[in-house]
């Protein structure tokens, strides 16, 4: 029995609606003058999730950005590993991690697509508009801008009836019928290994009918819940006050699971005893009690998080990151958990859990008090405290882990919170209800 609750048909309600929210990703392509800006505008209107096109990313003020507006500059066109980079970076940057996103006509071709997957850029949903050569090329040439507002309108398909916004509307600057051609040319030379690469959660969309229709086909198609038969790598992330079990249950879960179990502490110190630049700069920090600065921890955390069995098999993190900078470094450098967990339990649970336990040298096992007390009066007389698990030491790392939690929760809002003051392996069993689905089912 995980939970007991009052009224079960109301708790089995929610509980199905907090394992459905999927935060969109969406891919709208398809060829010049399809609607693709007025779809994916209504589409973000509509969901509040953010709207990425190709001129916008090239606005955040990064030195990839200015590196990139040299290309542009000299009209020379940016490198793909340039400019998958520069989606990436505007990708992890939280509103997007949060609220989800829209790219406009990105990818453009085969290459584009294969190393946004291979950068772990995956979509939840592919929108392709398709209508023919023809009205594509009549479309472009009635089409007319809000400079005001960016709104795309059609002299013939679709029209403001607000009369102030028709007087202010320009003729968009259009390019001619023979570059338009070329441009089809080049988006059907592309089209079909866009379509092969995203085969599993690609739809395509008759573009040629009215707009209304159009984003109501799409807006169905992004509401509803794609299952990918894509292999799911598990990313967890587990959060609680020293003496919840952290370590217990990501060791249950990496067993039962075959995934990478990583203790960001544990890493630390055996990267501090490799004979290595980063080992011998962060050994003195370790060495004193001092904290690692985020900068190293984070380097050394995401060069593990990038191996292969990382990546392949999936991995469960704690003990980082501790504070809401340390979160967000995280998500920018795009390892985003698929699930995160808080373990609760009162300051007095932890106090007695932590202060109480002991270890024996001789065998390297741990015992306590209460819960797990010696076999022996030999071995009693043996066990060692550790002195990081004094009382005084402890309290500390209470205030600093609550003067954080709030803001954490607050990045992390779809996080599942277990009630960590009971049996371990009642709590493996309340964790695993809620991840044992999507860690098989999600893509």
């Given amino acids: 029995m995980v939970d007991k609750p009052e009224d079960p048909i109301q708790y089995l309600i929610v509980l199905l609606k907090r394992g459905s929210v999927e935060v969109p990703r969406v891919m709208l392509l398809g060829p010049p003058a399809s609607g693709k800006r007025t779809v994916a505008r209504k589409l973000c209107e509509h969901t509040q999730v953010i709207h990425i096109t190709d001129s916008n990313i090239l606005q955040e003020d990064t030195d990839l950005t200015k590196k990139a507006l040299q290309y542009k500059a000299k009209q020379q066109e940016i490198p793909c590993d340039l400019w998958i980079k520069l989606i990436q970076q505007r990708l992890s940057k939280i509103d997007c991690v949060r609220r989800g996103w829209v790219l406009e006509g990105i990818p453009q071709t085969r290459e584009e697509a294969l190393s946004l997957q291979e950068a772990g850029v995956a979509p ?62 080049q988006h ?138 340390q979160a967000e470094k995280l998500q920018e450098s795009n390892f985003i958990p698929s699930r995160v967990f808080f373990l609760e339990m009162t300051d007095d649970v932890a106090i007695e859990r932590v202060t109480l336990r002991s270890i024996d040298p001789f065998t390297g096992e741990k015992y306590h008090s209460l819960y797990k007390p010696a076999p022996s009066p030999e071995v009693q007389t043996r066990l060692q405290f550790n002195p990081k698990d004094s009382e005084a030491q402890l309290l500390r790392q209470l205030k600093e882990y609550w003067a954080n939690a709030s803001s954490l929760q607050d990045l992390y809002p779809e996080a599942v919170h277990i009630n960590a003051d009971q049996d371990p392996h009642t709590v493996f069993e309340s964790l695993e209800s809620r991840l044992v689905g999507r860690l098989q089912n999600d893509a």
């Fill in 124 to 185: 939840n949903h592919v929108v392709l508009l398709e209508a023919p050569d023809a009205v594509l090329i009549e479309r472009s040439q009635g089409k007319r801008i809000d400079p005001v507002t960016g709104d795309v309108y059609h002299v013939t398909f679709i029209w403001p009836e607000d009369k102030e916004v028709v007087q202010r509307l320009e003729r968009q600057k259009t390019v001619s019928e023979e570059q338009l051609v070329a441009q089809l040319m």
């Fill in 188 to 325: 059907h030379r592309e089209v079909h290994a866009l379509r092969k690469t995203y085969r599993n959660c690609l739809k395509g969309i008759d573009a040629d009918q009215p707009h209304v229709d159009v984003f109501d086909q799409v807006l169905t198609y992004i509401l509803s819940r794609h299952c990918s038969v894509a292999p799911h790598t598990p990313r967890v992330l587990l959060f609680g006050p020293p003496g919840s079990g952290k370590s217990l249950q990501a060791k249950l879960i990496s067993q039962k699971y075959n995934i990478v179990n990583l203790c960001c502490g544990e890493l630390l110190e055996a990267v501090s005893a490799d004979v290595t630049n980063m080992g011998e700069l962060i050994k003195p920090y370790l060495e004193s009690g001092q904290q690692v600065p985020d900068s190293m921890v984070l380097q050394i955390l995401t060069e593990r998080l990038s191996r292969l069995d990382c990546t392949t098999r999936g991995w469960v993190l704690h003990g980082f990151p501790r504070d809401l900078e």
